[in-house]
């Protein structure tokens, strides 16, 4: 009995670790999906179910991104490069792992990789913290320092040495 159960466990184990990059498509979380894949697919180049998941939610996970990163530039938000950077960030993470891996290159033979993009966004988002630490730093109160300061660390975590 107590063998039958160890069995049925490991079996459900087995079947639930080989399509959990298939669910993690199925539930929108395609970042984690392509990230699931590509392991899979260091361990079997050969994974049918593998290749075919890490192309299609790579697919979507480069669209998604994409369509934030437009939706950002649209946006009034003070503080929309943040969130830009914070996008072509993730999708870089995407394609350094496809990069990483071979049987990936053979699916997605291109990945998308934004690094002037990037740059630019993160160039942006510093010129707009420091902005911000300026304006602050134009009240001269104790409160607004502290304000100032804490921008131009943001600023400075963006692009080091920012208009030092």
């Not at 950077?85 to 792992?97: A, G, H, I, K, M």
């Amino acid at each position: 009995m107590i063998k039958r159960l160890f069995t049925l466990a490991l079996s459900t184990a087995i079947i639930s670790a080989c399509s959990s990059g298939k669910r993690l498509l199925e539930n929108g979380q395609y970042d984690e999906a392509v990230i699931t894949a590509a392991n899979r697919l260091r361990q079997d180049p050969d994974n049918t179910k593998a290749k075919q998941t890490l192309k299609v939610a790579y697919a979507y996970a480069k669209d998604f991104h994409l369509k934030n990163i437009s939706n950002a530039v649209a946006s009034q938000d003070i503080y929309k490069w943040e969130s830009i950077v914070n996008n072509y960030t993730q999708f870089s993470r995407l394609s350094d792992e496809i990069r990483r891996c071979p049987a990936c290159l053979t699916v997605t033979p291109n990945p998308y990789y934004a690094s002037t993009d990037l740059n630019e966004a993160k160039n942006k988002a510093a010129d707009t913290r420091y902005a911000l630490g300026e304006k602050a730093l134009q009240y001269k109160t104790r409160s607004s320092g502290r304000e100032a300061y804490e921008h131009f660390l943001v600023s400075q975590q963006y692009v080091s040495n920012f208009k030092d």
